[in-house]
């Protein structure tokens, strides 16, 4: 079943003073299932942090649909915006956005105290989140004193803490050295094992090639996309990286 359909997506930015228009988005359509672990890939100024941005409810579409289990996103009025992000999309960022005056565990927390729920409750639910995630030891410490791997698992819980629909991941193992990076992709395979659906941004060639399927954005439209099938992460990085070259030279949409 799917829980995110993109239908003829079209972003125009109109320069101040109207002087110019950009049309960073084109045409794009795809779905993305229950349980999948897409990953979207292009270069700088392809579109694909426009289409995050529509996708996280951060900005509408010119014209076209988002639908997320069925609600238009571009529907929501805008005093419920940010309760409908905070109660269907969990959020991975590069540079972790977590609060230094504030510990591991509050971060964690502070969706589930922004929705008011009660302290019980969200302690029931970190336990088992911590635990999976091997941060347990450092939930009193605070972000300047833990590792930047440990900085991503924390948001990667403050992520799961809410129980989303969707992950929305941009570059997140962009700020992490080759351990954490490894670390975080086999988190992340995990997570999506457990039925977690991901939809990750990334110009990593590694990170793409642990999700079940890749798109590739080229000039604000999908060019091509490539399914895991019964590849293997080293085949499927190597397929990736093909298309890519495909891309930049100039290659034909498959």
Do not use: C, W
């Amino acid at each position: 079943m799917s829980i995110l359909e993109v239908n003829s997506l079209k972003k125009i930015y109109t320069t101040r003073f109207g002087g110019n228009k950009v049309e960073a988005l084109k045409n794009v359509s795809f779905s993305v299932e229950e349980g999948e672990y897409v990953a979207i890939m292009g270069e700088s100024g392809s579109g694909k942090t426009t289409l995050l941005n529509i996708l996280a409810a951060l900005d509408k579409p010119t014209s076209g649909v988002v639908s997320l289990d069925g609600q238009n996103l571009s529907k929501i009025k805008e005093s419920a915006v940010s309760a409908f992000r905070r109660d269907n999309l969990g959020f991975v960022f590069q540079d972790f956005n977590l609060l230094d005056t504030f510990s591991i565990e509050d971060n964690i927390y502070l969706p589930l105290v922004l929705a008011g729920k009660n302290p019980s409750q969200m302690e029931r639910r970190l336990v088992p989140i911590a635990g999976q995630l091997g941060i347990t030891g450092i939930l009193r410490k605070y972000p300047y004193e833990v590792s930047g791997g440990q900085k991503q698992r924390a948001a990667v819980a403050r992520a799961l803490i809410t129980e989303p629909r969707l992950i929305l991941a941009d570059e997140p193992t962009g700020a992490l050295d080759s351990k954490s990076t490894d670390e975080l992709l086999s988190l992340f395979s995990e997570i999506n094992r457990n039925g977690q659906t991901i939809l990750m941004v990334t110009h990593s060639v590694k990170a793409a090639s642990h999700a079940g399927r890749v798109l590739f954005i080229k000039d604000g439209e999908v060019f091509h996309q490539l399914y895991r099938g019964n590849n293997t992460n080293q085949q499927l990085y190597q397929k990736i990286s093909d298309t890519l070259t495909m891309l930049a030279t100039g290659g034909d949409r498959r």
